[in-house]
């Protein structure tokens, strides 16, 4: 068990660029979820899959968020046009599956716009 | 929707005091409850888990957890805090989603700070 693990550890853009990252699970867990965490906040659900598929996205995924986990492997999440106000800790966490089954999180990858 | 309220933002304590972080949710069903600390920089790590049974849980370094299912409350306790405790305290909420996920509202924490 190696972890789940976030690359890059940290991003700083400017507005109106284009960012990816990514997030790899622990390799037996089929389910993978997206938050963002904001400073002084606790995590906000984003978007989960099952496998490859994309089954609930939240609210505060915009039109310019997308996350894909094309092979239910490793998973990207996309941020297109990005503004000052998605400066944020994004995590990414994986489970096992069965309602009671604990996230695993990454360390997160840190965004910064300028 | 599920909701959760922790109700200190910050708790100073001495080395080798107990403390007590207090969390509230909002459900009049079933829920699964879970503690993680976030140490700075770094991804959360699960303390303990609540999913049915006993009252009281332990979970790891030290930690304990009173599930009050009838003032829907599980505050985490400590008997004897270390430096190395001083982390931020995330109390969550599961709601079961489609595909059997476990899609968890946050608390907004709790900054736990240990002194000498």
């Known amino acids: 068990d190696t972890g789940v693990s976030q690359d890059p550890r940290h991003k700083i853009t400017k507005r109106g660029q284009n960012v990816t990252f990514r997030c790899d699970p622990i390799s037996e867990h089929n389910r993978l979820y997206w938050y963002r965490q904001t400073l002084g906040q606790g995590p906000e659900f984003l978007t989960y899959?099952?496998?490859?598929?994309?089954?609930?996205k939240s609210r505060l995924l915009s039109d310019r968020f997308s996350a894909e986990r094309p092979k239910g492997s490793f998973s990207t999440l996309e941020i297109q046009r990005t503004e000052q106000g998605d400066s944020a800790m994004y995590l990414c966490a994986s489970s096992p599956g069965g309602q009671g089954s604990p996230l695993h999180f990454g360390n997160g990858t840190r965004l910064t716009v300028t | 929707a599920q909701s959760v309220t922790q109700l200190d933002s910050q708790v100073p304590v001495f080395e080798e005091a107990p403390v007590e972080l207090r969390c509230n949710y909002s459900s009049s069903v079933s829920v699964y409850l879970f503690w993680y600390v976030q140490y700075p920089n770094q991804g959360l790590q699960l303390l303990l888990k609540?999913?049915?049974?006993?009252?009281l849980v332990k979970g790891i370094n030290g930690f304990e957890d009173e599930f009050n299912k009838s003032q829907t409350s599980f505050h985490l306790r400590k008997p004897s805090v270390h430096i190395s405790d001083t982390a931020e305290y995330f109390c969550?909420?599961?709601?079961?989603?489609?595909?059997?996920?476990?899609?968890?509202?946050f608390g907004t924490g709790t900054q736990l700070k240990v002194e000498l």
């Open positions: 899959f099952q496998n490859e598929a994309q089954l609930e």
């Open positions: 969550a909420v599961s709601e079961g989603i489609t595909g059997g996920g476990n899609k968890l509202t």
């Open positions: 609540y999913l049915s049974g006993s009252t």
